[in-house]
């Protein structure tokens, strides 16, 4: 028999229940013979029970002190799993198979010639009952050929004790006895071979499911690390305008401040204040994209109140008119979603401060039904969409990038000299 260390989910506890149930049955049947009959309602019934309370007696006591009782405590004993490991429950299966096979036995060769014939056949039938018990627990913790060595083991016994000479047995009772073991082992192995094939494909499909959530795991860790792989490239499209433009003037004017300071003082003077006037800004815009990088206003005041608050301190600094349309209804959106308008539209806002030269900006957030649809026109300068690629224009790719991951749609459109347009949809196509 397969010595399996880990045990089938449940198997452990089944068993238990199994052998307590039997327990208490036997004990109930003890208690009844020893209980004085007072009438019988009939001949017929009277035999019946003389019979049971004469030739039952042993095989019932044989069952509760030789194996129900102890295998009951032997499977209510951790300690015992633990020492023996993959030794257990087969120590276990086999216990609870020696039981009901010697039992009826025992008692028919303390009996000898004087064992009825009623008794014979329902001791066989008796055991065979017992003997599910075991017969389930192979089939569910092993394979569908040990349910074959069970049948084996358990057939080849009792033919083996009706044919010695422990038990006395005549030439006519033994054909119908023989009949039982082989329709005991016709029963078990139709029932142990559906048992198993059914645990069977539980456990291959227990394996599928294990499987599909490593896979998942594996799937969830590479969307974090590409998630953190983005959001560092968005944090360098956040900090790329402003530093890189910071910089590089400030850079330009240091030259100048350099070959001014020999010739000129008062104008590298004056290069020096807009230079550090310049990384002054700088730093102010620096740590106001730092701050904004997690779009705390969406934690703060909600999607609308926080477009409200961008659209105010944008327009103060672009000098523009921004005309904002939030609808009341918005409804609820996960928070990704709300927080990749958010995005955009600061993105957005941004640039048109920046470069647009606009006069004039219409921003627009709607509802309809289960879609939810964002724009954000101006009558700036405008710029030519097919040479986004070569001018490496960071801001606009990081929008889309944040619409695709959210499942959404970014469309822009724009004209040199006409301005420009942003339009995010979700859960809607164009």
Same mark, same amino acid.
């Given at each position: 028999?397969?010595?399996?260390?880990?045990?089938?989910?449940?198997?452990?506890?089944?068993?238990? #229940?199994?052998?307590?149930?039997?327990?208490?049955?036997?004990?109930?049947?003890?208690?009844?013979?020893?209980?004085?009959?007072?009438?019988?309602?009939?001949?017929?019934?009277?035999?019946?029970?003389?019979?049971?309370?004469?030739?039952?007696?042993?095989?019932?006591?044989?069952?509760?002190?030789?194996?129900?009782?102890?295998?009951?405590?032997?499977?209510?004993?951790?300690?015992?799993?633990?020492?023996?490991?993959?030794?257990?429950?087969?120590?276990?299966?086999?216990?609870?198979?020696?039981?009901?096979?010697?039992?009826?036995?025992?008692?028919?060769?303390?009996?000898?010639?004087?064992?009825?014939?009623?008794?014979?056949?329902?001791?066989?039938?008796?055991?065979?009952?017992?003997?599910?018990? @075991?017969?389930?627990?192979?089939?569910?913790?092993?394979?569908?050929?040990?349910?074959?060595?069970?049948?084996?083991? /358990?057939?080849?016994?009792?033919?083996?004790?009706?044919?010695?000479?422990?038990?006395?047995?005549?030439?006519?009772?033994?054909?119908?006895?023989?009949?039982?073991?082989?329709?005991?082992?016709?029963?078990?192995?139709?029932?142990?071979?559906?048992?198993?094939?059914?645990?069977?494909?539980?456990?291959?499909?227990?394996?599928?499911?294990?499987?599909?959530?490593?896979?998942?795991?594996?799937?969830?860790?590479?969307?974090?690390?590409?998630?953190?792989?983005?959001?560092?490239?968005?944090?360098?499209?956040?900090?790329?305008?402003?530093?890189?433009?910071? #910089?590089?003037?400030?850079?330009?004017?240091?030259?100048?401040?350099?070959?001014?300071?020999?010739?000129? @003082?008062?104008?590298?003077?004056?290069?020096?204040?807009?230079?550090?006037?310049?990384?002054?800004?700088?730093?102010?815009?620096?740590?106001?994209?730092?701050?904004?990088?997690?779009?705390?206003?969406?934690?703060? #005041?909600?999607?609308?109140?926080?477009?409200?608050?961008?659209?105010?301190?944008?327009?103060?600094?672009?000098?523009?008119?921004?005309?904002?349309?939030?609808?009341?209804?918005? $409804?609820?959106?996960?928070?990704?979603?709300?927080?990749?308008?958010?995005?955009?539209? *600061?993105?957005?806002?941004?640039?048109?401060?920046?470069?647009?030269?606009?006069?004039?900006?219409?921003?627009?957030?709607?509802?309809?039904?289960?879609?939810?649809?964002?724009?954000? $026109?101006?009558?700036?300068?405008?710029?030519?969409?097919?040479?986004?690629?070569?001018?490496?224009?960071?801001?606009?790719?990081?929008?889309?990038?944040?619409?695709?991951?959210?499942?959404?749609?970014?469309?822009?459109?724009? *004209?040199?000299?006409?301005? /420009?347009?942003?339009?995010?949809?979700?859960?809607?196509?164009?």
């Amino acid at each position: 028999m397969k010595l399996a260390g880990e045990l089938e989910p449940g198997v452990l506890q089944t068993f238990r #229940l199994f052998v307590g149930v039997q327990l208490l049955v036997s004990s109930a049947g003890m208690i009844l013979h020893l209980l004085p009959q007072f009438q019988a309602p009939s001949e017929i019934i009277l035999h019946f029970r003389l019979i049971a309370s004469s030739t039952g007696i042993v095989t019932q006591l044989m069952v509760i002190g030789l194996v129900s009782g102890p295998l009951f405590l032997y499977l209510s004993i951790p300690a015992l799993r633990r020492m023996l490991k993959s030794y257990y429950l087969p120590i276990a299966i086999l216990w609870a198979i020696a039981g009901p096979i010697f039992a009826p036995y025992i008692e028919l060769h303390s009996l000898g010639n004087n064992a009825p014939q009623l008794f014979l056949q329902s001791a066989l039938w008796q055991q065979a009952i017992l003997l599910f018990i @075991p017969l389930i627990v192979v089939s569910w913790q092993y394979s569908s050929r040990y349910v074959i060595v069970f049948c084996a083991l /358990t057939t080849g016994l009792n033919i083996f004790l009706l044919l010695s000479e422990i038990v006395p047995i005549e030439a006519d009772v033994l054909r119908p006895l023989m009949g039982i073991v082989f329709m005991q082992m016709l029963a078990f192995i139709l029932v142990g071979h559906m048992l198993a094939n059914l645990v069977k494909v539980q456990r291959e499909q227990r394996q599928s499911l294990k499987e599909a959530n490593a896979r998942l795991a594996q799937y969830a860790s590479t969307m974090e690390q590409l998630t953190t792989s983005r959001e560092r490239n968005r944090l360098a499209r956040e900090l790329h305008d402003i530093l890189a433009h910071t #910089l590089s003037g400030v850079a330009v004017e240091l030259e100048g401040l350099r070959a001014m300071l020999g010739r000129d @003082p008062e104008q590298a003077s004056l290069l020096l204040n807009h230079a550090l006037q310049a990384i002054r800004e700088g730093l102010t815009e620096t740590r106001r994209a730092l701050q904004e990088l997690r779009a705390k206003p969406l934690e703060d #005041l909600g999607l609308a109140l926080a477009l409200k608050s961008l659209v105010e301190s944008v327009a103060d600094r672009a000098g523009a008119r921004i005309e904002l349309t939030v609808e009341d209804n918005l $409804g609820d959106f996960p928070i990704e979603v709300e927080q990749c308008i958010y995005r955009i539209a *600061q993105e957005a806002l941004t640039n048109i401060a920046d470069h647009a030269q606009a006069k004039n900006v219409q921003v627009t957030l709607m509802r309809e039904s289960a879609q939810i649809k964002l724009s954000i $026109g101006d009558d700036g300068c405008g710029f030519d969409p097919s040479t986004l690629d070569k001018e490496h224009k960071y801001g606009l790719r990081g929008m889309r990038e944040r619409a695709e991951m959210v499942g959404g749609k970014l469309y822009i459109e724009s *004209q040199v000299g006409l301005g /420009t347009k942003i339009v995010f949809f979700y859960g809607v196509s164009r």
